[in-house]
């Protein structure tokens, strides 16, 4: 099942989506802003 997800859509984020952090790509929330090293834009 990974190896048709991995060819077809694949199954990484994107290098920026890890850099803004995956709460805020993947959920729309900004869960730890406190703890942030990377502003978000």
Known sequence: ???IMK?????RVT???EL???DIAEH???AY???QI???E
Not at 7 to 11: A, M, S, V
């Open 1 to 3: 099942m990974f190896y």
């Open 7 to 11: 060819k077809t859509i694949g199954l």
């Open 20 to 22: 803004k952090g995956l």
């Open 28 to 30: 729309g929330n900004d």
């Open 33 to 35: 802003s406190g703890f």
């Open 15 to 17: 290098e920026e989506e």
């Open 38 to 40: 990377f502003p978000n």
